[in-house]
């Protein structure tokens, strides 16, 4: 009990130290000059309130974790069927899912459609960037750098040589891949931390660059009016651009704008699942079974003949083309990009869509990449805190399950006991 | 001397005042990676608040009328470090230790969420306008080179900056090599669950490491702020990534290393905006970095990794 | 504040089902811009605008008998953001919106207001090429950059006549497109810049610079950008004893100016609209923003203020909030603003906005400059 005591006014006095100066009192400026000013009674209140929270919740810790403790723990693992049952309803399943994601955004607003498919455009990152950090093991903060190589790849193609949509698709993805390639060659000698800060700075410089290459990146002005995608030539606008066709006059339905978010949004449902079967395929494959098997155990790896480089590259690079497929399209989607859109930050979103999701588990990439979309979007009622929850909230997912939402489960057979 | 001697001068001068500050805030990133590994992301952020609480205290202080500037300056810095240093050690309880054990991944993203947090923190406690404090410690100390070509100056701030990181510096050695609590550190630092079997109580030498390097980011936040004389709330996300460099190419992990890392980081910046387009200066920076570590993949004064089977 | 912003966004998330305003008894005026975010400073001045506006329309009788309400939606100044702002903004009903603050999140969110048939008025972006797409339903409150660019190039040339000259720019949209005009212009005048480079915004370690400019022999540097790193490269060329005379845009115009460089600010020039916080019409506003304990001389308070305004003045007389009748009105007729007389172009650009060049001073106030 004196413990417990001790602790609680130990905390207590902590807090008054972090709180009294950056909280009690506010730099202000009058005239030119800088003066302090103490806050006013209502957030001493709020002050002392806080102080007294901690020191309570110290001192009855024991009992507050006894009660904690006594509450069960869902069971996601009970939820799931057994795995005979499961292998039927599987198809069914995923067919249902399909479909369901296909007919939903015609019943709901215009909002939630765009919100889904920023969704989709962050499940397609974390599931490339998944194949690099959850998969290979590889830390890499730099992703936004291949995001951005795929977005301006579009972009310029677009302005300068009138190319569709759909035929810069593959190109991104296939510079980012070339940009993962370059990159990735040198560098995958380095181990952890290190691979970490030279991604970030090559992420730093791709930005720059970006930025300070003005004739042909329009620099800080960034690229406007990009192409949105064409059903087949039809184009989902009120007005059509001359020599084509546009969606509603081809089908003779009234115009809505709606319809070219319904649209963006299908895009990105189709291009997500074409990434999630892809990457389903290769994880099955042997390189699939090799970075993960790098990941484990380097040493053994090589030992058992397995190509260090190539293993590590090729995940590289397959993390990279991701990136350039979703840059692409996000290119696409907001008809404008410049530099701002590549920020550091971004790649921290990314990772932290991985690591919560539970790193190198696919379905657990889907659910991070839904909740870290929907939560600053859900935290606009907050206004200026919103920010302040979502950091929150990020240091209480990792103390809740530090393991991830949905922890990656690799096959295995087990044996029986007799 | 000639003209473009003492130009280059000037730029080491202005590089190696920089890379002071650079090296006192990569000391956090440094010893905290040299123990557990874990990149703390919100290192910066404490920087930024040890700036902001020696603002606080300084206009404070000269507010009630007291005139001594040394005076002033050195309760600045005790509050500021003290402040900063319940920061860290309070964000090593809450986001770090309930999580140690598991991946470090976990932890890093932690350390993301903890520097959102404290930076919109400071935006709702203290607003998001840049403060400005009028400068306190103005002149010059030497000035040479004529008019008429180029004439390079040291002005007294700069010279604080020197003196003042040197003095930590030294402080910090010391502590580090001769006290029993800095041979533990090192003992953490060589291997975390052997000095634990020891009887040491690491959590505690965890704990003291995110003392120390917040007090030293405080250090940095006085000198900066008064340096500059402005502070807003996203100074630390650019500082702290700029230390975090310093401290990786200097070898992270490694004291030495830190102080050497912020001093390369510091003149290559200046250098670079000195002889080139001054907007080159980051990639240049981040270029360096990166070449540095194809050729030493541990960093300047690193230890190379032995790998183990 | 906080509480009452938070109530307006949770009684719009739940107002859905309304679509028009008109048949609402309040109108309801998206305010979009960062509330959150590195830019927020600014998007607090905007905030300031708006409110003041519309807390002087409620309290005389609101626009034709309806209240108005303002409705924040935080962008951050993120264009990614912004779209999905515009979005919400559409979702929630609302015709009318004051914002966005920074041009890379205007241009987007532009093309969905415009698609969607809502009025925007955004009162700080200055990008050209927000209404170079011949949008029918997109305005400014704000002149655009080429024209402070053009005064700011006759006036170095014609009056302070300096000999070497530096144009320096902080790479954002704004400082790099002012700097790149002042710089064409004194090309043009047969005057070549010996210096023309970028820093980058956010830095506070100008000292190297200085010492190019010290080299260089500079004596008259021409800045593009904002007052925070100006103010510094002010305060850091005092210290180190670099005396050059310096010039810059509205932007830099900015109480906080004097506040970062102190004497240094002493004789700077630049070029800024009327300052609308002294003008005596609008002395008044200025009071009521100063009681809300708000501080009413940023750049952008003002014209967000007339934004709301011009809003008003077309609903009062077309009597509807029809987004494409009030462009129509708006662009066949002028208004008397906050910012004085406003009169739009087809584009939907200010035609008129008067530049003048001003000396600033270190406590703060600026005179007009010889």
Known sequence: MRGTLYNAVFAAGITLVLTCLMLGVQLNAEGTALTVQGADAERWIWIIAGIALVFFVQLFSPQIDAFFGRMPKPNLAALKPEESKWRVIKPWAFSALIVGMLIWPFMVSRGAVDLATLTLIYIMLGLGLNIVVGLAGLLDLGYVAFYAVGAYTYALLSEYFGLSFWVCLPIAAMLAAFFGFILGFPVLRLRGDYLAIVTLGFGEIIRILLNNWTDLTGGPNGISGIEKPTLFGLEFSRRVSEGSQSFHEFFGIDYDSSQKVIFLYLIAVVLVLIVLYLINRLMRMPIGRAWEALREDEIACRSLGLNRTVIKLSAFTLGASTAGFAGCFFAARQGFISPESFIFIESAIILAIVVLGGMGSQVGVICAAIVMTILPELAREFSEYRMLMFGLLMVLMMRWRPQGLVPMKRPHLELKQQ | ?309 | ?370
């Open chain 2, 1 to 309: 001397m000639t003209e473009a001697s003492l130009y280059f001068l000037q730029q080491i001068i202005n590089g190696l005042t920089i890379g002071s500050t650079y090296a006192l805030i990569a000391i956090g990133y440094t010893m905290v990676y040299g123990i557990i590994g874990m990149i703390n992301f919100a290192h910066g952020e404490i920087y930024m608040i040890g700036s902001y609480v020696a603002f606080i205290v300084i206009t404070g202080l000269l507010g009630m009328g007291m005139v001594a500037l040394p005076v002033v300056l050195f309760i600045a810095l005790v509050v500021a470090m003290v402040v900063a240093s319940s920061y860290g050690w309070a964000i090593e309880r809450v986001a770090y230790r309930p999580l140690r054990g598991s991946n470090r991944l976990i932890a890093l993203i932690s350390a993301i969420g903890m520097s959102i947090f404290l930076q919109n923190y400071v935006v709702l406690a203290q607003g998001s306008r840049d403060v400005a404090m009028p400068p306190l410690v103005s002149g010059s100390l030497v000035e040479f080179g004529s008019l008429e070509t180029f004439q390079v100056t040291i002005s007294w701030m700069q010279l604080l900056i020197w003196v003042v990181t040197l003095i930590s510096m030294t402080v910090l050695t010391l502590f580090i090599s001769r006290s029993r609590m800095g041979r533990a550190c090192r003992a953490c630092a060589e291997d975390i669950g052997m000095t634990n079997l020891l009887g040491i109580d690491t959590n505690r030498i965890i704990a003291m490491t995110f003392v120390i390097g917040a007090a030293l980011a405080a250090v940095a936040g006085l000198l900066l702020g008064l340096y500059y004389g402005v502070v807003n709330p996203f100074i630390g996300f650019i500082a702290g990534l700029k230390a975090f460099t310093a401290a990786v190419l200097g070898g992270i992990g490694s004291i030495p290393g830190a102080m050497l890392g912020g001093l390369i980081l510091g003149v290559t910046e200046a250098l670079t905006a000195a002889y080139f387009p001054s907007e080159y200066k980051d990639v240049v920076a981040f270029s360096l970095l990166v070449l540095i570590l194809l050729f030493r993949p541990t960093g300047i004064l690193g230890k190379p990794e032995v790998e183990k089977v």
């Open chain 3, 1 to 370: 504040m906080v509480k009452r912003f938070s109530k307006t966004l949770i009684a719009a998330a739940t107002a859905l089902a309304i679509s028009g305003a008109a048949q609402a008894e309040t109108l309801k005026i998206a305010l979009a811009g960062p509330a959150t975010g590195p830019v927020a400073q600014y998007g607090d001045m905007q905030k300031i605008g708006v409110t003041a506006a519309i807390d002087y329309l409620n309290a005389n009788g609101g626009i034709n008998g309806m209240d108005v309400e303002g409705v924040i939606y935080d962008d951050a100044c993120d264009p990614k953001q912004a779209v999905a702002v515009a979005n919400k903004i559409i979702n929630d009903g609302i015709m009318h919106v004051v914002g966005h603050l920074c041009s890379s999140s205007t241009e987007p969110a532009s093309d969905i207001y415009e698609e969607e048939g809502v009025l925007m008025i955004t009162a700080a972006s200055t990008s050209p090429s927000i209404t170079e797409k011949g949008y029918d339903l997109i305005f400014r409150t704000i002149g655009l950059d080429s024209l402070q660019g053009s005064l700011a190039a006759d006036y170095i040339s014609g009056t302070v006549k300096p000999e070497r000259i530096a144009v320096i720019h902080d790479k954002q949209q704004y400082g790099e497109g002012l700097a790149t005009t002042v710089r064409d212009a004194l090309v043009d005048a047969g005057i070549e810049p010996v210096m023309f480079e970028g820093v980058t915004a956010g830095d506070k370690d100008f000292s190297a610079l200085i010492a190019k400019l010290q080299k260089a022999d500079v004596d008259f540097v021409y800045y593009g950008g904002y007052h925070p790193e100006l103010g510094l490269i002010l305060r850091q060329s005092m210290e180190k004893g670099f005396e050059a005379q310096f010039m810059g845009p509205e932007g830099i115009v900015n109480s906080d100016l004097a506040k970062i460089a102190g004497e240094a600010v002493e004789g700077v020039l630049a070029t800024a609209p009327k300052s609308f916080d002294q003008n005596p019409e609008n002395a008044e506003r200025v009071a009521a923003i100063k009681e809300k304990g708000e501080d009413p001389t940023g750049p952008f308070v003002f014209p967000a203020y007339a934004a709301v305004q011009v809003m008003a003045s077309t609903i009062e007389a077309i009597d509807s909030t029809d987004p494409i009748a009030m462009a129509e009105y708006m662009k066949a007729n002028s208004f008397d603003t906050a910012i004085g007389t406003v009169k739009y172009n087809e584009a939907g650009d200010l035609t008129e906005s008067t530049f003048l060049v001003y000396e600033l001073h270190a406590d703060g106030s600026k005179t007009a400059a010889q």
